[in-house]
């Protein structure tokens, strides 16, 4: 099992270096409207993604590679290796969330209503629009979102959970997959926890 957990991760490997995501100039969008840029992305069902993937708590850091398949609903499987070996894998589907090794309360926060909100962050229910400076800010009652006014792409965004927790989420590197922007860098934050991840190779499934 360990053999094939490594033959695995470096099949994923190679298939994320010719996926990579290409560094290149990103044209400002600051014309187009909202409803024209969540328009593009209504139809993106689900997110497959090779990452780079650094966890911190504290004075400690771990890194490792992630192979991560998510649905826009939050059903999501995300598998993470530490040089090769099987280190995380994590699963959840209907709310339900099953991990090996266990974790606790914040890091399963992040790895799933988090990570969910962070690559779908155009789906959100009943929010509204202002303009803040360099930003145009979408806002909810949980969520808010700054997008770059030039790029319309995200910045940060901030979600809000039922124990009063604030989750903020930092964005860089803009980077493309065809036709959908995206930013490749992003950064999840709770007190005292955080988890970065670098996208490697991306996919972005639509339905028909």
Known sequence: MKNFSRLFFFSVLI?????????VEIPLLEERGIDSLLAERRNIERIDATLGVVF????????GDAVLDISR???LHLKVYTLGILGMDLTSKNGVVRSTPNLDKSRKMILTQGLRDSLFWWDMQDFTVRDEGDH???QNATRAVWLDRKTMLPRKQTISFD?????TVLYDN???EKDIWYQSKMRIELPRYSVTLTVKGISFLKSM
Do not use: F, H, N, Q
């Open 163 to 167: 124990d009063d927790k604030l989750l």
């Open 15 to 23: 298939i994320a270096a010719a996926c990579a995501p290409k560094k």
């Open 174 to 176: 803009p980077a493309r």
């Open 56 to 63: 911190e708590k504290t004075d400690s850091e771990m890194r």
């Open 73 to 75: 609903e939050g059903d």
């Open 136 to 138: 145009v800010i979408m």
